[in-house]
Each structure stands twice: as C-alpha cells, then as structure tokens.
C-alpha cells in the first residue's frame, strides 16, 4: 500500500483529497504547515508528497527543497490555486524531485488519477520520465525551467 503525505492548511481541501486517497487504499499522512511536512518525511517512509504553495511556518517551496535533500528519490507534487507560470516555474526549480504542479480547483478523479500516474511512472522510469511528462502537458507546456 502506497504512502502519500498531503499538506495543505486548507482544512477541508485536506480532509477531502486524504480521505479520497484512503478510500482507494492509500495510506496518508496529514501536514498542516511546510514545516510539519518535512518533519514526517524525517520520520516516515513517503512514496509520494504532495505539497500546497501557500503555507504557515514555512512554504511549500522551501518543504520541497528540505524535502529533497532528506529524501530525493520520492516525487513531489504540488497543488495551488497559484497557476501562474512564475509560480510553477518556481515550484520545478525546487529541484528534480518536483514532478508535477496541479492548479486548483482538481477535481478528486483527476487528483487521484495523476497521483497513481506519478507512482507509476516513476517507479518504472524514474522521476525525470514523470517531471517531462508533466511538462509536456498544454497548461505546463509554456514553463521554461532554468538551465
């Protein structure tokens, strides 16, 4: 059974997509703040993190560049009201690990078909095969990451 860590300070967003995620037999850590979520991949074995931009204590950037240094095999996704392109273009350069950016409102089918997508994919291919796949879709298409 994969594990998914959700952090989200949006209370009811979080309770939603953790529960949709249980349902299909995830089993899910729950973050209120960056902070907290870099603590449970500290102590946890996470197969998947999905992060929100916006964040108490600390950003969802700055999880995800903490993140990446204790664990930089395990795909980060984020998922942000925030669909400019500066703000994805500054989710993708928090490193590698980041491999997809999900501009809400998602629905739960969509949420929940891009996360069993990520682990797929990155268990057979690896992170770089998901990150350029995500890319490669119209809406990430116009992000131009820096060399």
Do not use: W
């Amino acid at each position: 059974m994969p594990t998914v860590l959700y952090a989200e300070d949006d209370r009811s967003c979080r309770q939603l997509f953790a529960f949709v995620l249980r349902a299909e037999g995830y089993a899910v850590h729950e973050a209120i703040n960056g902070a907290q979520a870099v603590q449970i991949v500290r102590d946890e074995p996470i197969d998947v993190v999905i992060l929100d931009v916006r964040m108490p204590m600390m950003t969802g950037y700055d999880a995800a560049r903490l993140i990446g240094k204790e664990s930089p095999t395990t795909p980060i996704i984020f998922v942000s009201a925030k669909g400019l392109s500066r703000e994805i273009e500054r989710a993708f350069d928090c490193g590698p690990m980041v491999v997809d950016y999900l501009v809400k409102p998602v629905s739960t089918t969509q949420f929940l078909l891009r996360v069993e997508q990520v682990l797929q994919v990155a268990r057979t291919y690896g992170l770089g095969v998901v990150r350029q796949e995500s890319l490669a879709r119209p809406e990430l298409a116009y992000v131009r990451l820096r060399p």
